[in-house]
């Protein structure tokens, strides 16, 4: 056993890294047997491998630099993934929760320290300020449980960075007692640095954001772009005198907007932050914990059991005050609690600004007896939180699923979205495009297409479109997206995308506009117009000229009657999804009539997205439209197929008035379901299979126009 000692610690970096990755690996195993948050099973081991456990690592820089990342990184994923528009509708209730998760435990944390423990009235504050603070260790369970955007979750992140910019103000104002130099003027400087701070944060990231993303599509770029901008924002808090986690909180929630939460870019972030530095946190927490302290006597075990005990009921009076205020269910209130009762990294910073302000000389604010007690505290939080939190998140999802399957008993969606692709330069955007629209509760995978003609080329283009879609492949890999694909030969591009819907079960199509060139100047190309005549299905033609996620508004034209189509709600719920997940405002217009039912719709199924409606009297006001399309706003034009129930004659000069008044604008032209699945493959002598895209009349009316403008002149 000696022979084994005088290995431990082990100083080897790579060995320390290795029993690292070995809790991480089967720390989950381990507690999912026994039904416990693995979350527990991290701190647990940090325990048990660290000084004042076995003694197998040392908590050296390593553990201070990934522990730092981590909670770094639990912060910004936590402004990441807040939902903006919630949290303004809300924003009484925030401050609401926010005050009384901090100023209740607060309160009674004093009384008890001052009251039971006798201590003095500047250590009772200061243990009060550790527990009116909070840290959301439990957070990965929410992620795993997909809640991120759960009312009580969102209430549960705003609120806890309140209280804890609280509790860091009442802990500097307490700092400031005891500094002979600090005063008003040190107040009147603190404030001013914050606000500039905060100002130049809202200032200038987006503009960063907007001209990076905008011109770098690299996976990793991108990665390391945000990563930048995190810590960053996370020094510069740091510099004005406030932790780092309230620049890197703020950080998310700038950059909200431009990282979708179903895009890969957002994938790759929680992937990293889950799989190493959130861990590693949560390991070296562990590592700071020594529960021998508990056996030193009966008093240790007296003060650890009234911090924790009086701290968390703390937590929990305004946990459940607030969801009885709020008319929240039960479940909202344990996730409430759940989230905001446990102390981590923040207390243990707070304990050590107390150790280093002498009250006299040789005597300091915080000893060992608070000292351990406090750390003590977090184990015991630590779990109670964690157990809590998942206890919750079952409720809930439970709830959720009975509430989706009421809503949907009548009623299933069909949604199976393919992609037709061919060119490497649009089919990214194209994936992206569907994932933005796709209902991500279904799981449900896509199918990426590739039609090559059937000539003497088509072995070379074959191969070029296996490449493009194997390429394609692993960006939906990227987003835990399963991607079917196929090259299908064809004499007939539109006949072969047409089958290959019917073989795969489609619901609808997704694809990039016709580029013009030489050869073929039309508007719609050789094949799309045959596509949509004989294809009474969604299909979805895109225009790209930036990324979608730099988007700041979708403008919507809708043709009178279009509430009449089949394809009503299906293209409504699509436009819906995109606006939610790209946190983006979509303006419709269109007829009073039209705007009343998308208004019902957009408020029952997606009340969190921000909608404007216009009235437009006539369709011939289109081209009036030019002026309000920006650069970045997206411009979509709902038209309609000859025959349909909202088709009209004006939708024929629809080609010339996008390429005269809407080139180089990013467009979307959708063609709804009409007509029904039973006549899709009808063929009758009065209906006709194949319409041209202008007519004789059109040419004979173009010939007199141009005529009478050269006899004028």
């Known amino acids: 056993m000696t022979f084994l000692t005088s290995y431990f610690p082990i100083q080897s970096p790579t060995l320390i890294f290795f029993v690292v990755l070995m809790i991480i690996l089967f720390a989950p195993i381990i507690m999912g047997k026994l039904r416990i948050p693995h979350i527990i099973g991290m701190v647990l081991a940090g325990m048990i491998i660290g000084e004042h456990g076995l003694n197998i690592l040392v908590r050296d820089s390593s553990f201070e630099l990934f522990g730092k990342v981590g909670l770094l990184y639990i912060m910004f994923l936590a402004g ?92 500097a104002a307490l700092s400031a007692a005891y500094d002979e130099d600090t005063g008003a003027v040190f107040w009147i400087l603190f404030l001013l640095k914050f606000v500039v701070f905060v100002t130049l944060l809202v200032w200038s990231i987006p503009k960063l954001a907007r001209y990076f993303l905008r011109r770098y599509s690299d996976a990793v770029m991108q990665y390391i772009f945000v990563l930048a901008v995190m810590f960053l924002s996370a ?62 006597g009966s008093r240790m075990l007296w003060i650890v059991t009234l911090i924790a005990f009086i701290g968390t009921f703390g937590k929990a009076v305004a946990a459940y005050l607030s969801s009885l205020l709020f008319r929240l269910p039960k479940s909202a209130g344990n996730m409430m609690f759940g989230l905001t009762c446990a102390h981590a990294a923040g207390a243990i910073a707070m304990v050590m600004v107390g150790m280093h302000l002498e009250v006299s000389p040789g005597v300091y604010l915080v000893n060992d007896e608070i000292l351990n007690g406090v750390v003590i505290m977090i184990l015991i939080t630590c779990i109670i939180s964690t157990l809590m939190t998942q206890h919750a998140s079952q409720q809930i999802i439970l709830a959720n699923r009975q509430a989706a399957a009421d809503n949907t008993a009548d009623s299933v969606d069909d949604e199976k979205i393919m992609l037709c692709v061919k060119y490497m330069e649009i089919a990214p955007q194209l994936l992206e ?125 809708v043709p009178s009657r279009a509430e009449f189509e089949p394809g009503f709600h299906r293209w409504l719920e699509r436009l819906s999804r995109m606006a939610h997940n790209l946190d983006c405002r979509i303006q419709f217009h269109g007829r009073n009539e039209s705007l009343e039912l998308i208004r019902q719709y957009v408020n029952n199924h997606h009340p969190s997205v921000r909608a404007e409606y216009t009235y437009m009297a006539h369709w011939n006001e ?46 979307i032209i959708l063609f709804p379901d009409q007509y029904g699945d039973a006549k899709e493959e009808s063929m009758t002598f009065t209906a006709a299979q194949h319409q041209e895209e202008s007519s004789v009349y059109d040419f004979i009316l173009r010939w007199i126009y141009k005529n009478s403008k050269k006899v004028k002149h």
């Open 622 to 667: 289109l081209p009036k439209l030019a002026a309000t399309i920006h650069d970045d706003h997206m411009f979509v034009v709902i038209t309609a197929r000859k025959g349909t129930i909202s088709y009209k004659s004006a939708l024929e000069r629809l080609p010339n008035e996008l390429q005269q008044h809407f080139s180089g604008k990013n467009l």
């Open 80 to 171: 990441l993934e807040m939902d903006l528009e919630s949290v303004k509708k809300n924003s009484k209730r925030f401050l609401i929760f926010g005050l009384l998760t901090c100023l209740v435990p607060l309160f009674m944390t004093y009384a008890m320290s001052r009251g039971i423990l006798g201590y003095s009235h500047s250590a009772s504050f200061l243990l009060g300020c550790i527990m009116a603070s909070n840290t959301l260790i439990a957070y990965p369970i929410i992620s795993r449980y997909g809640l991120q955007r759960d009312s009580s979750v969102m209430l549960s992140v705003g609120s806890s960075m309140l209280s804890l910019f609280l509790a860091l103000m009442m802990l």
């Open 433 to 557: 495009l569907a994932i933005m629209v796709r209902n991500e509760q279904l799981k449900r995978d896509m199918v990426a297409l590739n039609v090559v003609y059937d000539d003497e080329k088509s072995a070379k283009h074959r191969e070029q479109g296996l490449r493009l879609l194997e390429q394609l492949e692993q960006r939906a890999a990227a987003s835990d997206i399963a991607l079917q694909t196929q090259v299908r030969l064809s004499s007939n591009i539109a006949n072969g995308i047409k089958h290959a819907f019917r073989e795969f079960g489609a619901s609808e199509i997704i694809m990039g506009m016709h580029v013009h060139t030489d050869v073929n100047p039309k508007f719609w190309g050789m094949f799309i117009q045959s596509l949509y005549n004989g294809l009474n299905r969604q299909i979805i033609l895109s225009r790209f000229v930036q990324p979608l996620n730099t988007l700041r508004r979708i403008q919507v034209v």
């Open 235 to 296: 020094a510069l808090s740091e510099t004005v005198g406030v932790e780092g986690i309230v620049g890197a909180f703020l950080s998310g929630l700038i950059l909200n907007r431009y990282i979708p939460h179903v895009s890969p870019l957002m994938n790759r972030i929680e992937f990293i932050g889950n799989a190493l530095f959130i861990p590693y946190f949560l390991i070296g927490v562990g590592m700071l914990i020594n529960v021998q302290t508990l056996f030193e």
